[in-house]
């Protein structure tokens, strides 16, 4: 029984990354400069870390493939939100980078026909 938990989770782990993949070569098409995936700290995780101009966007994907509990850009919670701000500021002060012009971003990735939807600024630091 066990097995089939780690096996699901180590599923969903291989969905994120193929459509983090496909998130960061959209962002790309739109100008943006992709500075790392999966940036990893205490706080937990942001899918991608990339520059637009002269932001520093730190960006959650989401994909659905269905709208059954919501649309993909619906499943970014208050929660989500905080612990993504978090990361944000952990990745400021370890790169140094703590004045920079910040802003946070969500890609939503739906259905079959995996149609992309970004949403910039999607969301304010929250504490």
């Known amino acids: 029984m066990t097995g089939s938990i780690y096996s699901r989770t180590s599923g969903r782990r291989q969905t994120g990354a193929v459509y983090e993949k496909k998130a960061g070569a959209y962002l790309e098409e739109q100008g943006y ?29 989401k994909y659905r493939r269905t709208a059954g509990k919501g649309g ?39 259905g079959a026909a995996e149609k992309i939807t970004l949403v910039k600024g999607a969301f304010e630091y929250e504490e």
């Open 33 to 61: 400069v992709i500075l790392q995936y999966n940036y990893r700290c205490r706080a937990g995780e942001v899918d991608i870390v990339a520059r637009d101009g002269s932001f520093l966007v730190f960006c959650e994907v």
């Open 72 to 110: 993909a850009l619906d499943a970014v919670t208050c929660g989500k939100q905080r612990t993504i701000s978090k990361c944000a500021l952990f990745y400021l002060m370890e790169h140094h980078l703590t004045g920079a012009a910040c802003r946070f971003d969500v890609v939503g990735i739906e």
